[in-house]
């Protein structure tokens, strides 16, 4: 399969250099916006890669082209590549939220498709290692091209509905963006015990792991899953101590941070439910600790 990248960012990176190396793959070409960054990902990957107006004669070539361009620009960009796509092509978008029909814009031939990597790429060079293990969110006619691509990189392919990657992607942002803000909001707390301003990461580092492999664990004991999860959640609403609760919210009513009180017994709510799938005693304890309205 032949494959040209749109967008050399950190995906369009990430993608480029493993496809490059990955089996029955051949990256033919790149492209990025800023001469700067094309300069640069042309020392990253095998590939001519190009910048401007131009369209390079690779992309004519390429059985897939991967647009990893931020989402604002997806539409725009597809509209752009349209009239230079034949029926034989496949266009993949990398984005998390937006369905692939965003690309069905007038003149286009190609199918479409989306190929999203559930993973955090935050190196500016490109992390192709992340992306091995990592889900990939495969949709749209072009959905086996996409499945190709996320097994030629070592990803596991997830089919999931056009209409639901709105909610698959709101998933995404709920468990592993918010996890850095609810580690934000507990470094407040640290700070108010004493701890020192730049301490609280690391403080909070190993039990954060061991709650990941927790839920490692829990994932692979197999049979109920939502249950396993009841089962390897630990702390005060698992044991039903609504005194420790109580206590939590009384220091939390002192601190500057207005935001916090309501952010910890919405997630306490949510967590007796959780508790409820085991243990309704523990839960119903817990839920006497709140206001009415959690
Ligand atoms: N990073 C992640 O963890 C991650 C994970 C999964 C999916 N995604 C998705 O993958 C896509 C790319 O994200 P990214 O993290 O790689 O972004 P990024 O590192 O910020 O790179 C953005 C890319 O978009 C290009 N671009 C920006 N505006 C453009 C425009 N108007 N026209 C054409 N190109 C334009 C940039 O070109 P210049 O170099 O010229 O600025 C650059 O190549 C997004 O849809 C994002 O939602 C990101």
Redesign the pocket.
Known sequence: MKIFV?????????LARALSDADGMELVGAW???F???LETSQLVDTEVS?GDALPDTFQKADVVI????????A??AA?LAPHLGRRQVLL??????PSTVMAVEGMRAALGGC???????D?NGDPDKLRGSTFAIEGAGIEAARAVAMAVGGKPLAIATEGKVAYHAAAVLSANYLTVLVDAACDLLESAGVAPDAGIDILQPLLQGTLDNLARCNQAGGDGRKALAQSLTGPVRRGDAGTVRAHRKALRKLPAKDLLPLYELLTARAAEITARVDEDAAHRVRGALPKSS
Do not use: C, I, K, M
């Open positions: 749109w967008g050399a960012g950190r995906v369009g990176r990430s990025n916006r800023t700067s960054r094309a910048a647009l990893s361009v931020v989402d604002d620009a997806v725009q960009t752009l978008h990398t984005s998390g939220s937006l999203h990597p559930l993973q955090a790429l935050a500016p």
